[in-house]
């Protein structure tokens, strides 16, 4: 899939990682300053992350579709989906816990952060397959 022929998953795969690391950034300015602001901005920041994250996976699948099955970078690229998919459902998770309680940052602290790091790891993982992808195995480019 392309945008005025340029891929269109590369494009898109920048907004769930920004936005996810916003939300983290947020979190930690709410526990450091105590300002409820930066709690709210940090929800809704895992909101649009994990839609983000949706909208870049759907399209990375239609992408996909481009490489035989034969291919042997397939390998890589299943790799780089289950990262996908791991962010995706830790994202889910962080955006329901602060949805069904919304005092998760007292009730559930530990486990809301600990979740968050795991997230941390997923997003770094899933962006150091996807930048593997593209620069070494030269998918996704023109």
Request: aromatic residues 16%; hydrophobic residues 55%; neutral net charge.
């Amino acid at each position: 899939m392309t945008f005025f022929g340029h891929p269109f998953h590369p494009m898109t795969s920048h907004f769930p990682i920004v936005l996810y690391l916003l939300g983290v950034w947020l979190t930690g300015a709410y526990l450091w300053r105590g300002q409820t602001d930066f709690e709210r901005f940090a929800y809704w920041s895992f909101i649009l992350s994990w839609l983000a994250t949706i909208i870049s996976s759907l399209v990375g699948l239609v992408d996909q579709n481009q490489l035989e099955m034969a291919d042997p970078r397939r390998e890589n690229v299943n790799a780089h989906i289950t990262a996908g998919v791991t962010l995706l459902i830790i994202n889910g998770l962080l955006v329901y816990m602060r949805f069904r309680w919304t005092d998760v940052l007292t009730r559930f602290r530990w486990t809301y952060l600990g979740l968050m790091a795991l997230g941390v790891v997923a997003v770094a993982t899933t962006a150091w397959l996807g930048a593997e992808l593209v620069y070494r195995l030269q998918i996704g480019i023109i």
